[in-house]
């Protein structure tokens, strides 16, 4: 973020950075982690926080930087009425219009919400294959409002699920956006607008394809071995014929969880760290942000 509240921008002008800086720290982090090798556990992308909290100039640079490297793009975009307001106000466009310009459409770019597109940028997303990251739960959260699925769905448009960030979701379960995600679209749409299959596959290779990830995302032969299981024993499951019902009725929580093949979910626990101890400390965090507020 380089564009702090003093000059009209969003965060506190105590978090803003030196753009030169941030460009910077970005080739050295590309350079030093970034593994563009299929099934690579670590990739990199460039993702200012939003277009109104870095100028022009930064997300111009961002876009030519990423594409020097080979790396992608990411960014919030027109997640309300507020963030069309400000493009419209200082950019004298709409947000779409001003991420085209900037070159931040195509394939190797994924924009976070996009609930007020319309439909002339849905129309410009499907053409550039401009990935959308929705983040059903926490739209709903900050009453941002009902993203366009269906239409960008429709349209072609790459739409995979997020769980946006820890300030404006209250918890990071991908089962539960693929549910919030039906049924706002059939809120809006009609009951049929969207059935649990299709939320399911927005979720797994929805996700996979916007990120650009042609190696995951499903379970086939050559693919990698990350691979979530659900318990459809359990009384959740009581009485369900379809086992796409884990996004109408089934079990919040993984029984067994496997990330390239090893073991990272046993039974509902984690193996692999102390969970306890995980749960106390983020207890102290929590209790210590409490009392400075």
Not at 54 to 70: P, Q
Not at 73 to 98: I, M, W
Request: net charge negative.
């Amino acid at each position: 973020m380089s564009i702090g509240e003093s000059d009209g921008g969003l965060p506190p002008d105590a978090l803003v950075e030196d753009e030169t800086a941030i460009l910077d720290d970005s080739i050295r982090v590309v350079d030093a982690f970034h593994d563009p090798a299929p099934g690579a556990m670590v990739r990199i992308g460039l993702a200012p926080c939003s277009p109104f909290s870095v100028s022009r100039e930064l997300m111009r640079d961002a876009a030519l930087l990423a594409r020097d490297k080979g790396v992608m793009l990411h960014t919030h975009l027109a997640e309300n009425d507020e963030d069309v307001a400000y493009s419209l106000e200082k950019f004298g466009c709409r947000p779409g219009q001003y991420a085209e310009d900037l070159g931040w459409t195509g394939e190797d770019v994924w924009h976070a919400h996009c609930v007020k597109l319309d439909s002339a940028e849905i129309d410009l997303f499907a053409r550039s294959r401009t990935g959308v990251a929705h983040c059903p739960c926490s739209n709903c959260r900050l009453g941002s409002g009902i993203a366009p699925v269906r239409q960008m769905r429709d349209a072609g448009v790459p739409v995979g699920l997020g769980v946006d960030g820890s300030a404006s979701n209250d918890i990071g379960n991908l089962v539960g956006e693929a549910r919030q995600a039906m049924l706002l679209q059939r809120v809006q749409n009609g009951a049929d607008a969207m059935a649990a299959r299709e939320a399911l596959w927005i979720a797994t290779r929805g996700g996979a394809q916007v990120l650009g990830r042609d190696d995951c995302g499903q379970l086939a032969v050559g693919k990698r071995a990350d691979i979530a299981i659900w318990d459809a024993r359990a009384v959740e499951n009581a009485g369900s014929w379809d086992p796409a019902a884990l996004v109408l009725a089934g079990p919040a929580k993984v029984d067994a969880l496997f990330v390239e093949g090893r073991q990272i979910v046993g039974e509902g626990r984690m193996l692999t760290i102390d969970m306890r101890q995980v749960i106390a400390n983020q207890n102290q965090l929590a209790q210590q942000l409490a009392e400075k507020a």
